[in-house]
C-alpha cells in the first residue's frame, strides 16, 4: 500500500522558516517523482515544488522561487522541503504526492493527507 505522510507544519510568523518531511512507503521510492502542493481556503490546489527521481531535477513555482528548497533522502525515503522567508501568503495545507513515474511533468497519483501551515504577519 501506498503512502505518505507529511510532518513539519506548524504556526510561524513571517520572516521565519519551517522545514517539511514527506515519508514514503509501499513503493519503490526511487522510481517516483514526489511533488510538494498547497491549498489555502478557497483557493485552488497549486503546485509549489517537485523533484525528479531521474536525475534529482527540481522545480518550483515562481511564487516560492528563491525562499523554498527541496530535496531527497532516498535512504530515508524522505522528501523535505526546506521552507524559508515565510510570508503570510504560504499560510496553507501542504501535501505530498508521488508522481506516476520519474518525471515531475506526467502528473501525480498517491496523495498524503496533508499537514497545516500559518505564516502570522
Known amino acids: 500500500e501506498v503512502q505518505l505522510v507529511e510532518s513539519g507544519g506548524g504556526l510561524v510568523q513571517a520572516g521565519g522558516s519551517l522545514r517539511l518531511s514527506c515519508a514514503a512507503s509501499?513503493?519503490?521510492?526511487?522510481?517516483?517523482?514526489i511533488g510538494w502542493f498547497r491549498q489555502a481556503p478557497g483557493k485552488e490546489r497549486e503546485g509549489v515544488s517537485c523533484?525528479?527521481?531521474?536525475?534529482?531535477?527540481?522545480y518550483y513555482a515562481d511564487s516560492v522561487k528563491g525562499r523554498f528548497t527541496i530535496s531527497s533522502d532516498n535512504a530515508k525515503n524522505t522528501v523535505y522541503l526546506q521552507m524559508n522567508s515565510l510570508k503570510p501568503e504560504d499560510t496553507a495545507v501542504y501535501y505530498c504526492?508521488?508522481?506516476?513515474?520519474?518525471?515531475?511533468?506526467?502528473?501525480?497519483?498517491?496523495w498524503g493527507q496533508g499537514t497545516q501551515v500559518t505564516v502570522s504577519s
Open positions: 509501499g513503493f519503490t521510492f526511487d522510481d517516483y517523482a
Open positions: 523533484i525528479s527521481s531521474s536525475d534529482g531535477s527540481t
Open positions: 504526492a508521488a508522481g506516476a513515474n520519474w518525471s515531475c511533468l506526467s502528473g501525480f497519483g498517491s
